[in-house]
């Protein structure tokens, strides 16, 4: 399928305006495969060579777009081989990763920890525009930094939710050092069963795009006024009200903004 793109993209380079390539607009797909062990990967009906039970996939630079790819796994299994599909929404400029192992043997997160850089947490708190009587609420808190910043530098009241017990253990010690354990609460929960409704005025996020657009439902009720911050990712094909970049010695990070009446449509 790779090379099916990279012929697909030869094919569309014809038909794209100059002017197209001149502001840079061609980004690629980056996707991350978790997989059994001797595991075969199809991606597109095309097989892999790739070995490794994480195996990661570039795309040639795309025009903008929408893009479905297939990707099938072959497991061995005790019972036969074991095909797993899943068909995967992108776009140019997304980074995702799927997990194809069986069930039992995948960890608990739906997105691997990766922490924020800490001059991110203190940009998208600036774009937040924090005050003392914001309720932040960070879905996937990791180690905690965001709400942990959040109420020392703005006072405010900051509440974390990760479904990894060490990343609790984490939080809560990440506050107890920083002494905001007044304005500090950790849960261990699963994001997709809180109930947005009542709460918080800014959520952020770090997860990825089709989790992203999985949260949406519940991210739609939440209450009026209350912004919504994600962190590297789209959220489906919503525009932001705000957006930024931010220089970091891992390279550039995009940070999102919208308002809940934004997520609605309103
Ligand atoms: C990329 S890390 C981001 C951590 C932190 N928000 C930050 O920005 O530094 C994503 C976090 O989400 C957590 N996570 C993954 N799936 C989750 C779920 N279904 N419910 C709650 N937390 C989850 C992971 O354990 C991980 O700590």
């Keep these: 399928m790779w090379r099916c793109l ?3 993209t030869c094919l569309f380079a014809c038909l794209i305006p100059a002017e197209m390539f001149a502001q840079g607009a061609l980004k690629t797909v980056t996707v991350e495969v978790y997989l059994e062990d001797g595991a075969q990967l199809f991606i597109e009906g095309q097989e892999t060579t790739s070995k490794g039970t994480k195996r990661l996939f570039v795309s040639p630079p795309l025009p903008p777009g929408k893009y479905t790819y297939t990707i099938k796994a072959i497991n061995a299994g005790p019972n036969g081989p074991r ?3 899943r068909q995967l929404d992108v776009q140019p400029g997304d980074f995702e990763s799927i997990d194809l192992r069986a069930p039992g043997k995948r960890p608990i997160t739906d997105v691997e920890y990766e922490p924020t850089p800490q001059n991110i947490v203190d940009a998208l708190l600036r774009l937040g525009k924090v005050t003392s009587k914001d309720v932040l609420w960070d879905l996937g808190c990791g180690d905690g930094r965001i709400p942990v910043t959040a109420a020392k530098v703005y006072g405010c009241k900051a509440h974390g939710f990760d479904i990894d017990p060490e990343r609790v253990k984490d939080s809560l010690a990440n506050a107890r050092s920083h002494n905001v354990e007044r304005l500090v609460t950790i849960e261990q929960r699963d994001i997709f069963t809180l109930d947005l409704s009542k709460g918080p005025t800014i959520v952020t996020l770090y997860l990825l795009p089709h989790l992203n657009a999985k949260l949406l439902p519940q991210l739609r009720k939440l209450p009026p006024g209350t912004r919504v911050i994600s962190v590297a990712h789209r959220m489906a094909d919503i525009k932001p009200d705000e957006h930024i970049v931010v220089d970091t010695e891992m390279g550039e990070y ?8 934004t997520l609605r449509g309103n």
């Design 83 to 85: 095909t797993v599909t």
């Design 6 to 8: 990279i012929l697909m």
């Design 254 to 261: 995009d940070v999102y903004l919208w308002t809940v009446e």
